[in-house]
Structures are given as structure tokens and as C-alpha cells.
């Protein structure tokens, strides 16, 4: 039945067969979270640095209403190319497939996907959480239901802080879903390696997490876990100014009115758009080393089973 929708792409289809590592990528990251080419750069690269490891890399997203598990070079160009793809999150999904349209894919519906496809490793750069004054907006990221629910452990540089990171991490621990750091106490911000919150818990291995990973699956703990991997140091920002650049940011959005699910892509490309670039390149450097970590906690899953 669910393979009615899914294409698998022939090289992922063969590394499912033989029981070889997979990494899932997202693709709202391409089409919405960075801007054109830097976003297909980044795509590419972010494929070709799980390759070098040894691990085949599989980015997710919908394509004329067929859901598409690995893309070729042509139709990941398009969905960096193409400024007008739906940014699909998991209430999206059924209608973007019945109107045989394009879906960007979120961290909610590329988990929802890898699990359907095997795929249970995810890289990506940030998830969505509490936004800030959710008390009155309610606007909550579907990203946190999707990691009670569905079994992809997913690497990523922790949350942006244009998010309420406090309040997300207590959904988090709502939810039952556990926040781990690898190598590091501290839960990243996106840009920076601290958010001033702790982790619940420090892995110093891929193994560790791997290992983890299949205890709570064979104790049929449902849903995800959030490995967060700081951006290397080297590419780290300056914490002041990009506390001030996403407090302006957050501002303009609210006075212009943006809401529900444009608000992450226009504060993320406010940011871009104010600092030149740096974030970007920061951004980018920091899924690259979420894919390497992504791609080896991958392998030492494999290994468990
Ligand atoms: N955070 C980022 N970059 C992104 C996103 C979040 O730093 O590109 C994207 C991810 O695809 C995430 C989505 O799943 O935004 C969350 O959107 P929302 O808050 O509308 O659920
Ligand atoms: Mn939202």
C-alpha cells in the first residue's frame, strides 16, 4: 500500500536490500532554508560528505505527487531552482499527493518518510520547536509530535533561537523524547555551540548513540531522538550579534504580520540577509558535520542489528 507512493530511488533500493547504511536529508532546507545556489551547493555537499563515509545518502521530498526517497541531479536542481515549492509538513502530505504537486519536505514529514522508506538516520541543520510567545500564538513546530512518534534518531545542530529553546526542550521531555549531545553538556544553538540549556545526557561515541538508539526501539519506546552536534568551533558566530540579528528578525515578523509556516523561512532569510552571508556559510558547514555524524551513528546501527 505505502509503496503505492514511494519511489525509491534504484541505489537506495539496493542499499535496503543489503542492509547498508542510509542517511535521510531534507529538502525545505533547500527550498526554504537557504537561498539559491548556496542551497544546492550545500545539498550536493551534504550527499557528498555521507558518501565519504561510505554511507548512501537519500533526500527526501515530494515531486508531482510522487514521494521521492533519494533524487537525481536534475530534480534536486529543481527543487533548489524553483522558488514556488510548498513547504510540506505532515498535514500537507495527503492533499500535496492527491493535487500531484510538489512538497518541500520538513524534519516532521522526512521522518515520517525515511520510517516508511527504513531509513532510520536523519541529518539536518536545525529542528522547528516552540516559537517564542507560543503562549499566544500556539505556534508549535509539527517537527516535536513527529519525534514522539516516529522512530528516526536526527542529527542536528540543536534549535535556532528564534525559537523559545527552553520551552522546546520541555515538550521534548513532554513527549518523551530524548535530547542527547555528542560530545558536549550543552544543547548547541544553531549558530552557536551554547544555548545556555543542557543536554539530559553526553554521548562520547557513535556506538553509544547507536546502541541507544536500538535499546529503545526493541523496548518499543516509540518516536525519535535528538542528537544534537555543535557547529565546529571554527565556524562558530559571534553569540551577541546573532542574539541581536534573530531578535530583530523575530520582531519584523510579527510587525509585517508573517505567521504560521512562512514564519521560519522569513526570519531565517532575514538573518541571511543581515549578516551577509556569514550565517549562511555557518549553516552550512554546520549540516555537513551532521551529516558525517549522521552517516557514522548509521553505521554503527547497521552493526547492532
Ligand atoms: N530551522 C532551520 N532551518 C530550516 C528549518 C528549521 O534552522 O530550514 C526548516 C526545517 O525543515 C524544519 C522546518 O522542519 O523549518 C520547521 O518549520 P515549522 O516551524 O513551520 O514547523
Ligand atoms: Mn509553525
Not at 37 to 52: G, H, L, Q, W, Y
Not at 146 to 168: F, M, P, Q, R, Y
Request: proline letters at 3%; glycine letters at 6%.
Amino acid at each position: 500500500m505505502v509503496h503505492n507512493y514511494l519511489d525509491i530511488h534504484p541505489e537506495i533500493k539496493a542499499a535496503l536490500n543489503k542492509n547498508r547504511p542510509i542517511v535521510a536529508l531534507e529538502s525545505t532546507i533547500i527550498s526554504h532554508g537557504m537561498s539559491y545556489p548556496e542551497n544546492i551547493v550545500s545539498a550536493k555537499k551534504s550527499e557528498e560528505t555521507i558518501r565519504n563515509e561510505d554511507v548512501v545518502p537519500a533526500t527526501i521530498a515530494i515531486l508531482k505527487g510522487r514521494i521521492k526517497v533519494g533524487l537525481t541531479e536534475d530534480e534536486l536542481n529543481y527543487m533548489g531552482e524553483n522558488k514556488t515549492i510548498r513547504k510540506a509538513s505532515r498535514r500537507d502530505m495527503s492533499m500535496i499527493l492527491s493535487k500531484r504537486i510538489d512538497g518541500a519536505t520538513t524534519v516532521a514529514t522526512t521522518m515520517l518518510i525515511a520510517n516508511l522508506a527504513g531509513i532510520k538516520i536523519f541529518a539536518t541543520g536545525g529542528i522547528g520547536g516552540v516559537h517564542r510567545n507560543a503562549q499566544k500564538t500556539f505556534d508549535i513546530s509539527a517537527d516535536l509530535m513527529e519525534l514522539a512518534n516516529t522512530n528516526v534518531g536526527v542529527v542536528c545542530a540543536g534549535a535556532k533561537s528564534i525559537l523559545d529553546i527552553g520551552l522546546t526542550l520541555e515538550y521534548l521531555e513532554t513527549q518523551g523524547v530524548p535530547v542527547i549531545g555528542y560530545k558536549t553538556t550543552d544543547f548547541p544553538a544553531f549558530y552557536t555551540r551554547k544555548s545556555g540549556f543542557k543536554v539530559d545526557y553526553k554521548a562520547d561515541s557513535y556506538k553509544e548513540i547507536a546502541q541507544a538508539l536500538k535499546i529503545k526501539w526493541d523496548l518499543n519506546l516509540k518516536g525519535g531522538m535528538v542528537i544534537s552536534n555543535p557547529i565546529p568551533e571554527e565556524f562558530e558566530m559571534d553569540k551577541d550579534l546573532i542574539d541581536k540579528v534573530i531578535n530583530d528578525a523575530v520582531l519584523e515578523a510579527e510587525k509585517n504580520g508573517i505567521r504560521g509556516k512562512d514564519i521560519t523561512p522569513f526570519i531565517l532569510s532575514r538573518v541571511h540577509d543581515v549578516t551577509e552571508g556569514k550565517s549562511l556559510q555557518a549553516n552550512k558547514e554546520l549540516v555537513y558535520n551532521n551529516a558525517k555524524v549522521a552517516a557514522n551513528i548509521a553505521k554503527e546501527l547497521i552493526k547492532t542489528y
